[in-house]
Antibody, heavy 119, light 106 residues
Framework: QVQLQESGPGLVKPSQTLSLSCTVS??????????WSWIRQPAGKGLEWIGR???????HYNPSLKSRVTISMDTSNNQVSLKLSFVTAADTAVYYC???????????WGQGTLVTVSS | DIQMTQSPSSLSASVGDRLTITCRAS??????LNWYQQKVGKAPNLLIY???SLQTGVPSRFSGSGSGTDFTLTVNSLQPEDFATYFC?????????FGGGTKVEI
C-alpha cells in the first residue's frame, strides 16, 4: 500500500521560503512511470495544482507560481520536496503531495499539512 | 489555462437519492477528466479517472460520463458516507486545473 507523508514547518514568516517534504513508502518511488505532484487548498476553498516532478527529473509548474516554486526529488530517501519563496498570507493553505501516472493525476494522496504564513 | 466549471456549487440530498454533478471545460479535453471526493479534514480521494473509469475500491454506485467539454458524475442511491465535496479536474494540459467543487449536504 502506497503511503505519502508531508512534513515541514507549520508557520512561515512573510517573504521567507516555505519548505516541505513528502516521504513515499510502499512503492517504487523512482520507477513505474509515476510522477509526484504538490497541490494546495486554502481553508474552505478549492484545490490548486502547484506542479509535479517525474522520476526523470522533469518538472512542470503552474505558471501562476512558477517564478517562486521549485520541486525536487531525493531518490535515496524516497522524498519529494517543495520550496515556495517569497511567501505571503495568500500562500496559507493545506499542502498535499500526491502520486500520479499517465493522465491519472492523483491516485494516492498524503494527509496534507497546514502551512500558515504569518509574522 | 483550462477553466473547469462545476454545477451546482452545493446541493441538498437525502439517503437513497440519485445525484448528478456536472463539470464543463473551457475547451475540448477529450476524456482527460478525473473526479474526486473530499470529506471534511481529509485529503481528496480519486473516484473516477479518464472520465468514466472507476478507481479500484470505489463503490459501483459511482459512475462518470462525458467527453469533450461536458462531463457528469452520478451517484446512484446516495449513502450517508457520500455526503462530501466533489471536485472535477482536467489532466489534458498544464497547468492541471480543478473545478470549484460541489458540496453535497443532507
Amino acid at each position: 500500500q502506497v503511503q505519502l507523508q508531508e512534513s515541514g514547518p507549520g508557520l512561515v514568516k512573510p517573504s521567507q521560503t516555505l519548505s516541505l517534504s513528502c516521504t513515499v513508502s510502499g512503492d517504487s518511488f523512482s520507477g513505474g512511470g509515476y510522477y509526484w505532484s504538490w497541490i494546495r487548498q486554502p481553508a474552505g476553498k478549492g484545490l490548486e495544482w502547484i506542479g509535479r516532478i517525474y522520476a526523470s527529473g522533469t518538472t512542470h509548474y503552474n505558471p501562476s507560481l512558477k517564478s517562486r516554486v521549485t520541486i525536487s526529488m531525493d531518490t535515496s530517501n524516497n522524498q519529494v520536496s517543495l520550496k515556495l519563496s517569497f511567501v505571503t498570507a495568500a500562500d496559507t493553505a493545506v499542502y498535499y503531495c500526491a502520486r500520479g501516472h499517465g493522465t491519472t493525476t492523483a491516485d494516492y494522496w498524503g494527509q496534507g499539512t497546514l502551512v500558515t504564513v504569518s509574522s | 489555462d483550462i477553466q473547469m466549471t462545476q454545477s451546482p456549487s452545493s446541493l441538498s440530498a437525502s439517503v437513497g437519492d440519485r445525484l448528478t454533478i456536472t463539470c464543463r471545460a473551457s475547451q475540448n479535453i477529450y476524456s482527460y477528466l478525473n473526479w474526486y471526493q473530499q470529506k471534511v479534514g481529509k485529503a481528496p480521494n480519486l473516484l473516477i479517472y479518464s472520465a468514466s473509469s472507476l478507481q479500484t475500491g470505489v463503490p459501483s454506485r459511482f459512475s462518470g460520463s462525458g467527453s469533450g467539454t461536458d462531463f457528469t458524475l452520478t451517484v446512484n442511491s446516495l449513502q450517508p458516507e457520500d455526503f462530501a465535496t466533489y471536485f472535477c479536474q482536467q489532466s489534458y494540459g498544464t497547468p492541471l486545473t480543478f473545478g470549484g467543487g460541489t458540496k453535497v449536504e443532507i
